[in-house]
């Protein structure tokens, strides 16, 4: 029964690129959650997604990010033109529905991010 | 607004000493409290929860925590460390609904 599957583990762009993180949710889980950990920080919510909907999305920054969950295939959390502030791990966590004590939260190993 | 506060970025202990991982959170309402444990090269894993009823909460591998609401504390101890305890461990905050507020992470080290 595999995890929470997040690719890359290690992603490096040079500023001004695209980064593109995938995350494939556990079997049976409908409810992806992205969360961002910079450098010596706590993790931070950034979306949270439905298949086909964006249900909270007040923890992405507005401009560069933007985030999808398609009926088919994994979620995918999409950095235009990197800056270097954007280096951080970028943690992927999935739910199998709308949990309101997120006992059933669960993450993945990650992805570091660093912009050059 | 939630947050958390981890007292010490380390802790290190002998194998056999207790161990005690401290968190302070900040909630304008009852907080439901977590700690997570990362392992090298894993995802995070849920150790214990508290959201209402008894104050203490064990979880998983003897790690148990105490809710003190007037101390706005949810530290985590352990009787005795083992050297597989080596990990990262974090507290969280939440509301009830899927946005945790994380702490900045506390690295354990154990040695023989």
């Known amino acids: 029964n595999a995890g929470v599957m997040q690719n890359p583990r290690h992603l490096v762009r040079r500023r001004g690129q695209e980064a593109r993180l995938r995350c494939s949710p556990m079997?049976?889980?409908?409810?992806v959650y992205w969360y961002r950990q910079l450098p010596e920080e706590g993790l931070k919510f950034m979306v949270y997604l439905q298949k086909e909907n964006i249900i909270d999305e007040s923890g992405m920054p507005k401009e560069r990010f933007s985030a999808e969950f398609p009926k088919e295939g994994p979620s995918i959390l999409r950095i235009q033109q990197v800056v270097r502030g954007d280096s951080a791990a970028y943690f992927c966590?999935?739910?199998?529905?709308?949990?309101?004590?997120?006992?059933?939260?669960?993450f993945g190993s990650g992805t570091q991010l660093s912009v050059l | 607004a939630q947050s958390v506060t981890q007292l010490g970025s380390h802790v290190s202990v002998s194998e056999g000493a207790l161990v005690l991982l401290r968190c302070n959170y900040s909630?304008?309402?009852?907080?439901?409290l977590f700690w997570y444990v990362q392992y090298p090269n894993q995802g995070l894993q849920l150790l214990l929860k508290y959201t209402t009823g008894a104050t203490l909460v064990k979880g998983i591998n003897g790690f148990e925590a105490e809710f003190k609401k007037s101390e706005t504390s949810f530290h985590l101890t352990k009787p005795s460390a083992h050297m597989s305890d080596a990990a990262e461990y974090f507290c969280a905050v939440s509301l009830g609904f899927q946005k945790l507020v994380f702490g900045t992470g506390t690295r354990l080290l154990v040695s023989p």
């Open positions: 909630s304008s309402v009852p907080p439901y």
């Open positions: 966590a999935s739910s199998p529905g709308s949990t309101e004590t997120n006992e059933k939260l669960f």
């Open positions: 079997k049976g889980h409908s409810h």
